[in-house]
């Protein structure tokens, strides 16, 4: 079912994609007085790349009887090596332009809410606007490499707004003056094991305090704080807050899973396998940071946490390689930060017990070779 859902998608955006053309072409050169520019915010939805919601810029000028969607989230899952290309950085995303009653109907049918945030402009920076962006949909500029943070659907909104304002939106606000990593794992709340799975793959530089606006929903914070541009905010389809009960999709389901591991840790043939799984881990790490080009994914400390030295010092029973082992271990430690350390705080207990009673305990440690 989920498959033909897709496949459904992909030929909407297909359709899409055809009659964008049409619109563009059947635009005016100039906006009248009328016309007003939003920034519109959409929810989360149930597909994993919808968990962070999504940001769009609406132009309705009503004398003209124009009123459409500017959308820089637009990509192709046909791509060859899709997967590969999104985790390389290889992945184009492009510009695309529909009728706001289009856009509507597809948030609104998939019950995800919309927010419409009118922005106080005046005729020369609307003007400016809607030359750049039909500048960029009618140029190379319209395709982009998507980056996780410092180029997505809501950075692109910015930089056009930007360009135009006398001064920069701005970023020090009191829901933004977070790390990069905080401010993500905000919106995976009950999403345990997504929220995991980001942790393991984003490194150091995640860690460090937020200068921009690069999630939906802290653009809509940013023009909420800044009385200046904001002019007027409306829900246009509200979507009543439930409470989602976490259910299996939990820390506290991974803390079962790490207990129930933890109990062969004195079989040897068991911590084989522990370590070896770690190390592979470990390498798997190291080589997305070689192959990658996305800087979020640079620096990983789990690295060294979950270094393949422990299962050659398993193998070999050196001392030396125990203790380098050890030290790089808990050296990456003092650079994850608190927000990384709690996301994995059940891994990071599991490997620190495996490292203790494999390597530590007296017999263990006379058994040992220099």
């Known amino acids: 079912m989920k498959q033909f859902q897709n496949l459904f998608k992909q030929q909407i955006v297909l359709w899409v994609c055809c009659f964008s053309f049409l619109i563009t072409n059947a635009q005016p050169q100039t906006l009248s ?52 290309k999104f985790i390389k950085g290889d992945l184009l995303y492009y510009l695309d332009v529909d009728r706001f009653d289009n856009f509507l109907y597809s948030y609104t049918s998939e019950n995800r809410e919309i927010i419409e945030q009118k922005l106080n402009l005046s005729k020369i920076q609307k003007e400016k606007i809607w030359e750049e962006i039909n500048r960029q949909l009618k140029s190379d500029e319209r395709y982009y490499y998507y980056e996780f943070i410092r180029n997505n659907c809501t950075t692109k909104i910015v930089d056009v707004l930007n360009k135009v304002l006398d001064e920069p939106l701005k970023t020090d606000f009191p829901s933004n003056n977070h790390s990069y990593r905080y401010i993500l794992n905000e919106g995976l ?24 606006m690069f999630l939906p929903v802290k653009f809509k914070d940013g023009i909420s704080f800044d009385k200046d541009i904001l002019k007027s905010e409306t829900k ?135």
Request: proline share 3%; glycine share 4%.
């Open 189 to 212: 709340s009950n999403h345990y094991f997504e929220k995991l799975g980001i942790n393991l793959l984003f490194g150091y530089k995640t860690n460090k305090q937020s200068d921009l």
């Open 236 to 370: 246009l389809n509200h979507v009543p807050k439930s409470v989602q009960k976490k259910g299996l999709n939990s820390i506290y389901t991974l803390w079962i899973i790490v207990a129930i591991i933890a109990l062969g840790c004195l079989n040897r043939k068991i911590q084989l396998i522990y370590f070896a799984i770690t190390a592979l881990f470990g390498l798997f790490l190291l080589a997305v940071n070689l192959y990658s080009n996305h800087l979020e994914l640079q620096l990983n400390v789990l690295i060294l946490f979950f270094n393949p030295l422990f299962i050659v010092a398993l193998l070999t029973k050196s001392k030396k390689i125990v203790y380098l082992a050890i030290v790089l271990s808990v050296l990456s430690l003092l650079f994850m930060g608190f927000e990384l350390l709690k996301i994995l705080s059940p891994l990071i207990v599991l490997h620190i017990f495996y490292v203790i009673v494999s390597f530590l305990l007296p017999k263990r440690v006379i058994n040992l070779q220099a």
């Open 33 to 84: 007085e009328s016309a007003e520019i939003s920034v519109l915010t959409c929810g989360t939805g149930e597909e994993l790349y919808t968990l962070f919601g999504h940001t769009a810029l609406r132009i309705n000028d009503p004398e003209q009887q124009l009123d459409v969607v500017y959308n820089w989230g637009m990509f192709d899952f046909r791509t060859p090596n899709f997967y590969s």
